[in-house]
């Protein structure tokens, strides 16, 4: 939440000029990150004991080795993502994940920074612009982006890939509440062309998640053929992971 959808709020709450607030709602973020890293309690049983009770509570082998990432501190847990972030394998599945899914929240913030003008102008006219709004337009940019940075607190890249999608969307929306006398931002026939073009690829494309475990994918058809399969008695519900 303090990652992901506070940064959101932040710019909701520079669109309406509550500056107060804002600070207010950065500070409580630091403060939230911070406390979560570094004065987390650990468990107080064992690793081993703790992979045992969740053996016993599983009807399928379990991986062993993610009980052992409740036993790390913030530091431990960071050193551990960092190399695996800069490693050549991982890029490499990230890269074209990115390209995909950031296309669309670049086009998303970019009409979030022209609902952002075009509300000046609606407000203002050809005044000065007020410090909630040159704020605003540093903070959209990091509000979009800021899923990514759960790359180096967990390796489900594409999922946080796809989150920026969403939390741009919120953006966008989150803007339009704030300021709903401005007109709407018209995309370009260019722009419109462009998404709808990286929408598809997006319905076509199959990622891996943790372990490169690929889950049902796009485009639906796996879905449909897998509540048949589970309806007659053919495939497992529910669905257990492979091992």
């Not at 710019?11 to 990150?33: D, P």
């Not at 960092?82 to 599945?93: E, T």
């Amino acid at each position: 939440m303090a990652v992901v959808f506070a940064p959101v709020l932040i710019v909701f709450l520079l669109v309406q000029e509550r500056m107060r607030l804002a600070l207010l709602l950065s500070a409580i973020i630091v403060a939230v990150t911070a406390a979560t890293n570094f004065l987390a309690v650990k468990p107080d049983v064992t690793p081993e004991e703790l992979n045992q009770l969740l053996q016993s509570k599983a009807s399928f082998p379990i991986r062993t080795d993610f009980a052992y990432i409740l036993f790390m501190d913030g530091a431990e847990h960071f050193r551990a993502h960092i190399g695996r972030v800069l490693s050549p394998g991982f890029l490499w599945a990230f890269l074209p994940s990115l390209i995909l899914f950031c296309s669309i929240s670049f086009i998303l913030m970019k009409a979030s920074l022209t609902a952002i003008s075009l509300a000046r102008v609606r407000d203002d006219g050809i005044a000065k612009p007020r410090i909630g709004f040159v704020l605003a337009r540093y903070a959209i940019p990091i509000a979009c982006s800021s899923p990514l940075l759960l790359n180096f607190v967990a390796w489900d890249a594409h999922r946080w890939n796809a989150l920026t999608v969403t939390v741009s969307l919120c953006c966008l929306c989150i803007i339009r509440i704030a300021k709903p006398s401005a007109p709407p931002p018209c995309p370009t026939k260019a722009t419109v062309v462009v998404g709808l073009m990286f929408m598809f690829m997006n319905l076509t494309a199959n990622y891996g998640m943790f372990d490169n475990y690929v889950a049902e994918g796009a485009p639906f058809i796996q879905h449909i053929d897998y509540v048949r399969g589970a309806i007659e008695g053919t495939r497992a519900f529910p669905q257990v992971p492979p091992r």
